[in-house]
């Protein structure tokens, strides 16, 4: 599985994905916003775009949908209740569901709910597992459910679906928001060394060959995975009203949730 990552540079710090099949060059190309680059990609490397996923319905993720389909004939696949809000969608996705592409890639569908009620995740189940997240998690950080989602879905999500997954399961989110999202890590946890030195990587990281973090990395950089941690409890405690003596990660996660929008 070769996997090419676009970076938009666009204000609003999209990645796009080509997953593509080694053996026959057929590619799946994951929320491809800018269609010239993802074309242009293809062209260069002999590759053929024959389908294209969603993540989810929001402008930055369909709106090169329309171009790649007029230049290659590729099928539009998204959730399965997204239909009436992405425009010329082929199939509808299921939890579960396999996509095949070519002969020797496969990618499983796990449906993921919280930064839209009809969002999709995508997981390679090989030696070097991938997991293209969309909106849902990013690099140290959660998606907003401002759009159509709720916060409480997306702590459903992370428990029952992202937390279990392989530690050395690759992440492949639809934006860099990495030094933001890691700035975040430190305001609620300054103890976290992790955080602080990926800090360092990310604010001098090219968004065109970006870091990529591993859900065991998570665990240790990401506050959406640290529900547990005293220091963050304990702040949070001080900074917000309405949390018992000893909150559960439910209303853990919600209040930092609640904090990163605003942050």
């Known amino acids: 599985m070769i996997i090419k990552t676009i970076w938009t540079a666009n204000a609003y710090r999209n990645f796009n ?15 491809p916003l800018d269609h010239k680059k993802c074309l242009t990609a293809c062209a260069e490397e002999g590759w053929n775009i024959r389908q294209i996923l969603n993540t989810h319905e929001h402008f930055d993720h369909i709106g090169g949908n329309d171009q790649i389909v007029a230049a290659t004939g590729a099928k539009i696949l998204a959730h399965h209740e997204a239909g009436p809000r992405i425009p010329g969608m082929n199939t509808g996705l299921h939890a579960g569901d396999h996509i095949k592409v070519g002969r020797s ?7 993921t709910p919280g930064h839209t009620m009809s969002h999709v995740c ?7 597992a991938a997991l293209f997240c969309g909106d849902t998690l990013f690099n140290a950080g959660a998606g907003n459910c401002h ?3 709720h916060p409480d879905e997306l702590f459903n999500t992370f428990t029952k679906l992202l937390h279990p997954l392989g530690h050395d399961t690759r992440i492949y989110p639809g934006h860099d928001y990495l030094a933001n999202n890691l700035g975040f890590t430190l305001d609620r946890e300054p103890g976290n060394q992790a955080a602080a030195d990926l800090l360092e990587s990310a604010r001098s990281m090219d968004p065109a060959h970006p870091i990529v973090t591993t859900i065991g990395q998570e665990y240790e950089i990401n506050t959406f995975f640290r529900l547990a941690v005293p220091e963050i409890i304990d702040k949070l405690k001080n900074d917000v009203a309405g949390l018992p003596p000893r909150p559960d990660p439910h209303a853990v996660f919600l209040k930092l949730r609640e904090l990163r929008n605003r942050w």
Do not use: K, P, S
Request: proline share 0%; aromatic share 4%.
């Open 17 to 31: 994905y080509l997953v593509v099949c080694e053996d026959t060059g057929e590619a799946l190309a994951i929320d």
């Open 105 to 111: 890639v496969e990618l499983e569908v796990m449906d």
């Open 122 to 128: 995508v997981i390679a189940h090989a030696d070097d």
């Open 147 to 149: 759009n159509g989602g």
